[in-house]
């Protein structure tokens, strides 16, 4: 099929005239390119430009018949590549839209050879309508040509339907002029649909007649094809949805064709009048159902062809419906079939524009858009010429009826008759059960019945009118003008009315009444009264009951919510506090937005109704959500308004216990700092017995050298053996003073005593100290004192325990050994001094608790320790008046820095 198209297409190309594949463009709004284009077939779809831009392949172009408003290549499965030239002469403008007026085409590209390479744009209704380069209808491509010089155009299109390719070649200023022409012309086409629509679908509602429901239908799905046709559908419809894009045009015309059937059988009464043709009607119908699954599934050339057969017989099969209605004098049958027959010279016109045999202008070109509109209006004509025999019809069924309505009504005029009736009519009036009054047009009494008089204290003589009963006569005029002007609208006057008896009692009475005769008004008014006191009075106690049991649940300590279904049905004052949320606000919502999240809504909601339904309780602890987010606790306890039935509703009470929660939580905390704190006292008690036992068991072994040797030693020795018991005294004796030390900083008693200090001596000697302390350390300890640091007035013994407890911390945490290093330096008014080590350092999160008392960093290991020494420190550093700051790198080192305030030497305490 596809070499016979190409066959006849090359055959065309030789018999009718062609260009040259140029086109001069000068300062015109417009030129048509579809004329001037040279094609060539890609069989396989796999040609580049580069490969087409090749001498060999430029060869076999061919230029592109002369006929219709661009090239049309039918049903053809390969892409087409279509080359022309723009010859712009030097005052024409750089830049153009190129506009491609078939919007069904699948795949559009245009490729424009330049200095920089070849520019590529992509179009086509497979691709999103957001990403095409011009927001339009139509595929529009923006070109920039050369001015004064040559500009090689290619477009590659490809699609599975018709492959046709109207190309004209815009200024910007003119498409957009051009534009508002044709949307004003849509506007009106589509326009007149929508009232066509409209106007049908309430006939069908009104009159009930199925045809207008079918009209309808076809007329919606030919709106639908047009607008798919055109490119509307796309643009504004469904501008992301490619598959549908793609499939909308021949789904909406088959489902045109399907509806179309359907209103021809309808319309016609084919199956009553044309039993046979009906039954060949019904066999396409199933045909085009057939087709528009397959526009949904199949290619579009599979359906394609089945299409052009079904829409051949249909036609023919439409023409002789439409004759044969037309013949046997149906209502409606001549427009019908003129609107088909106008339909079918628009498509015929449209396909003699295509092809050229027709001259292009606004009625041939728009030939389809013509006849569907026509159509579709002498159709609806032809449903307007029904419902004319329609009301025929009804109003000589009715003048029938009145007839025969008017002969039953002479033949009841019986005297007896109306006698018997009448009675039968005081009897019922009488001894009805409500107050039944007849009054004149003036307002006074005609008749009234026993139940009447007893509503109020007996008969009515002397009194003539109601007026003796109102409270007063205000209100009794009051009543008289609305019930003239209900009397005169035709309507029933109702009221609830307090009212006085005879006896001066006052009961609540509800009136009714209305004209006997809307037509005659003199003929007064019949009035129903009941004595509705007890109800009133009921009522009352019922709105006080609600009113005090209201106060009593918005008054309550505890939320309370009644839930049907999950949806709060009413909730009182405090739930609605708690929650900082108004009641009406609350009141008809959904209780998921009050819970933490949707998982612990529905999670709750399993729970909570398997529990009800078993125990017809429940109850729980859980977090609710204010309004401003924050979440809070709440006790929570639910029961059935029927018992174990939930769907019934459930009566939910709430307790805010967020600060009960906090204070459990503060406990715990508290109770586990506590149990931390024992051990760590444990541990330091433990530690400072064993500390102590070393010093004394020195001095008792020194002692009893000397008691059982002492005269046989030499005098070196027993000098030897008196300095380690004077060194053990003093071990003993630092060791009081840090245990006091620590008692001092624990109850924030440390004393300060200052005294001039000779600052490096005394950091030398520390470090000396530490040294002999720490005699097997792998540490190099590294002191250097500013030249500016000499003697200043501070507390040696303070400053001992400072920079000890520090350089002592310097070595112990440091197991690898390194440089550890003590610097003294002197920064305006402050001594800084410096402890660094290249140790285990710190981790990050704890260096805020470093200073903590019985505080150990977690990476310390079996590194023995009491987590005292830093807290004594910090006390120390503060009394001083000075403040103490660490820099740690985990796995690196620390650093410890101390700023003291600088007092000189001499100045007073």
Sequence with gaps: ???????????????????????????????????????????????????????????????????????????????????????????????????????????????????????????????????????????????????????VLYLRIASAGTLSAPARLWQPA???????????????????????????????????????????????????????????????????QTWWNTVSVPVAFTATALFGLQFARSFLSSAARMPRLDRLVLAQMAGWAVALVASLALPYRSSAYLVIGLSLAGVVTVFVLGYLGTRGGFAGARAFFLAWALLLLGVAILL?????????????????????????????????????????????????????????????????????????????????????????????????????????GGGFEPITSMEPFYLSREDYLQVGREVAAAVARGEVYERELLVRRRDGALIWVALSGKAVSRRDLGQGTVWVVMDITERKRLQEQLQSTMSEREAILNNAVVGIVLSVFRIHEWVNEKFAQMLGYPRQVLIGQSSLYIHADRESWERFGVEARASLIATNGYTCERQLRRRTGELIWVQMGGSCVRANDPDSGVIWTFLDITERKKGEAEILEALEQQRALNDLRTRFVAMTSHEFRTPLAAILSAEEVLRHYGDRLPATDRLETLDGIAAGVQRMSR???????????????????????????????????????????????AVRAAPAVGTCRCDEKLLRHIFGNLLFNAIKYSPDGGQVRFDVRREGAELVFEVADQGIGIPPDEVGHLFGSFHRASNVGSIQGTGLGLAIVKNAVQVHGGRIDVESTLGKGSTFTVRLPMVPAGAPA
Excluded at 43 to 57: I, S, Y
Excluded at 763 to 781: F, G, K, M, S, Y
């Design 1 to 151: 099929m596809r070499r016979a198209l190409w066959l006849a297409w090359l055959l065309l190309a030789a018999v009718l005239p062609c260009q040259a594949g140029s086109v001069a463009i000068g300062t015109e709004p417009v030129y048509a390119l579809s004329r001037a284009f040279a094609a060539l077939e890609d069989p396989g779809g796999m040609l580049t430009v580069d490969e087409v831009r090749q001498p060999a392949l430029q060869a076999r172009f061919q230029p592109v018949p002369a006929s219709g408003p661009g090239p049309n290549f039918g049903l053809s499965r390969s892409a087409w590549w279509l080359m022309v030239r723009l010859d712009a002469q030097p005052q024409a403008p750089r830049e153009w839209l190129l506009e491609i007026a078939y919007p069904p085409l699948d795949r559009v590209e245009v490729y424009v050879p330049g200095p920089g390479g070849v520019a590529r744009q992509v179009g086509g209704d497979t691709e999103p309508f957001a990403d095409r380069t011009m927001p339009h209808r139509n595929h529009v491509f923006k070109v920039d040509v050369q001015p004064g010089g040559p500009t």
């Design 174 to 240: 003119a498409l957009w002029q051009h534009d508002q022409a044709t949307y004003a012309g849509l506007s009106l086409y589509f326009g007149l649909l929508g009232g066509l629509l409209l106007y049908n679908l309430l006939l069908f509602v009104s009159v009930r007649d199925r045809s207008y429901l079918v009209y309808v239908a076809f007329v919606a799905a030919m709106g639908v094809g047009q607008a798919a046709l055109l490119g509307l559908g796309a643009q504004f419809l469904w501008p992301g």
């Design 352 to 456: 003699l524009h295509n092809v050229g045999l027709l001259p292009s202008n606004a009625v041939t070109a728009n030939s389809l858009l013509i006849g569907s509109a026509l159509e579709m209006v002498l159709l609806s004509f032809a449903l307007g010429d029904r419902i004319n025999v329609a009301r025929r019809f009804k109003e000589q069924a009715q003048a029938r009826i009145a007839a025969e309505h008017a002969m039953v009504e002479a033949l009841s005029q019986s005297q007896a008759r109306l006698q018997q009736v009448l009675d039968e009519r005081e009897v019922i009036l009488e001894n009805s059960i409500v107050g039944i009054a007849f009054l004149t047009p003036e307002g006074r009494f005609r008749w009234a019945n026993k139940a009447m008089a007893d509503i109020f």
């Design 735 to 781: 060791m009081l003073d840090r245990v006091l030390l620590l008692g001092q900083a624990d109850a924030q008693m440390l004393e300060f005593r200052p005294a001039d200090v000779n600052l490096p001596a005394l950091c030398r000697r520390l470090v000396e100290e530490v040294w002999a302390q720490h005699p097997d350390t792998d540490c190099e300890i």
